[in-house]
């Protein structure tokens, strides 16, 4: 607005100069007096500015403007496009004092105090930066949030904390400002005025759930457990609703061995729509570690899964597998891990693990068969076709079996005792096909590599 302002008072300020003469004046004709020619020139140079910059030639624009300031250096305009353009350049040098001079023309402009605070920023020149930006916050509060970083960053915490306050009595608790608070109780390892400072916000607002969740994450993050506890208790009195609570509250029961209440905080937990995924996983996986321990509740397992039977994510199913694979109940295991499958179909580790289980539980046709899909996928693991050879002799396939060992023995490299599992089922495809001299031939080979380890 300025930029055009200035400019029309260029074109059409001439004008308003009286005249005295009397004679008919012929306002067509171009001024030829020093002053029309600084004009006609001042204009030409500041839309040529205009002109470069908006392509991007920054330089050319620079110096446009400083042609400008050499015919009239009065509007501190010039000297803010000067510093963008110098800024744009990277010679912050020259934008600093460019900008500066666009300052003290006008002291109370915050747009040219702005562009200055930017130019320290990016120079890493902390301290003029701070005296700027203690000069925009009077223009608008927001100012107060980047001057709480730059406390930051100058080291001077109790400075931040004190700004932070403000801000929070003025306008409330914002999630930007209480990361900027915990930068500081994080550098400064205090953690007292972090957890006061909770305290006080559930005291001033006992109806906020957030506080709460804070307020004993902190204590149990601190090892002070017995609090958090009984933080969580106190969010429970004061909202018997709240889902979120038992996030905490599970955790705490067993570990109090309160087996009754930890599993009804887990029910809620796992059927709450409030609650993310992520943190449903994390509940149902120290469960079945519960359970791996504590077995007697395994009926409590199985009813809970059910709960989750459609957001069970990759690594419960794999707990799960992993539990019941303990507890020797590989049907079990199998369906864990081929469901784990369904969501990540080219995981080669839990392809490998259902194979196994395939073979171990006599289901060899499905092994035969999966095996050869995923030799497919990953055609250099020797293990895959080891897994459809062996699947394959249980079926009677032998010809088959030969094929896949003679092709998989190529990808094994320094594996002395895989190398005599592939010569042992090669004997076993042989001695199916009545091949009896390659059978005790790949056999004595497979006891020759077992001897020597």
């Not at 801000?167 to 005025?193: F, K």
Request: aromatic residues 10%; proline residues 3%.
């Amino acid at each position: 607005m300025k930029t055009k302002l200035y400019i029309l008072l260029l074109i059409f300020g001439i004008a308003l100069f009286p005249t005295c003469s009397f004679a008919q004046v012929d306002f067509n004709k171009r001024p030829d007096d020093d002053l029309g020619n600084v004009e006609d020139k001042f204009q030409e140079y500041f839309f040529e500015a205009l002109k470069q910059k908006g392509i991007e030639n920054y330089q050319k624009s620079a110096n446009a403007l400083l042609k400008c300031i050499d015919l009239n250096d009065d509007d501190p305009v010039l000297y803010y496009e000067l510093g963008k353009n110098y800024k744009a350049l990277k010679n912050f040098g020259a934008a600093e004092d460019a900008l500066k001079k666009a300052v003290s023309k006008s002291p109370e402009n915050e747009w040219f105090l702005d562009e200055l605070y930017d130019v320290y920023i990016q120079q890493d020149e902390m301290d003029k930066a701070l005296k700027t930006v203690k000069q925009l916050v009077k223009f608008h509060p927001d100012y107060k949030q980047d001057l709480a970083s730059l406390y930051i960053r100058v080291k001077k915490y109790k400075d931040a904390l004190k700004l932070l306050d403000e801000m929070d009595e003025q306008l409330g608790y914002s999630e930007d400002r209480d990361y900027l608070r915990n930068q500081v109780y994080n550098i400064t390892g205090n953690h007292d005025d972090r957890i006061d400072n909770l305290e006080e916000r559930v005291k001033s607002n006992p109806e906020d759930e957030s506080n709460y969740l804070r307020l004993i994450y902190r204590y149990s993050e601190t090892g002070e457990t017995k609090k958090a506890f009984d933080a969580a208790k106190r969010l429970q009195s004061i909202n018997p609703e709240s889902q979120l609570v038992h996030l905490a509250l599970y955790k705490f029961y067993l570990d109090e061995n309160d087996t009754d209440n930890a599993i009804n905080s887990m029910k809620v937990v796992l059927t709450s729509p409030v609650i993310k995924p992520e943190a449903k996983t994390k509940v149902l996986n120290d469960f079945v570690k519960f359970v791996g321990t504590h077995p007697e509740h395994e009926g409590d397992l199985v009813e809970i899964t059910a709960l989750v039977s459609e957001d069970k994510s990759v690594k419960t199913l794999l707990e799960l597998a992993e539990y019941y694979l303990k507890s020797n109940d590989k049907e079990k295991a199998l369906s864990y891990y081929e469901e784990a499958l369904t969501q990540e179909p080219n995981e080669f580790k839990i392809i490998r693990d259902v194979l196994l289980l395939q073979i171990d539980i006599n289901k060899d046709e499905q092994a035969a068969e999966k095996s050869m899909e995923a030799i497919e996928i990953f055609p250099a693991q020797p293990i895959l076709y080891l897994i459809n050879g062996v699947a394959n002799n249980k079926i009677k396939q032998p010809e088959i079996a030969i094929e896949s060992l003679e092709m998989g023995l190529d990808y094994i490299v320094e594996n002395p005792k895989m190398q005599a599992d592939f010569y042992q089922q090669l004997s076993e495809a042989y001695k199916q096909l009545n091949n009896i001299s390659q059978s005790e031939a790949f056999a004595k080979k497979a006891q020759a590599l077992l001897k020597d380890q």
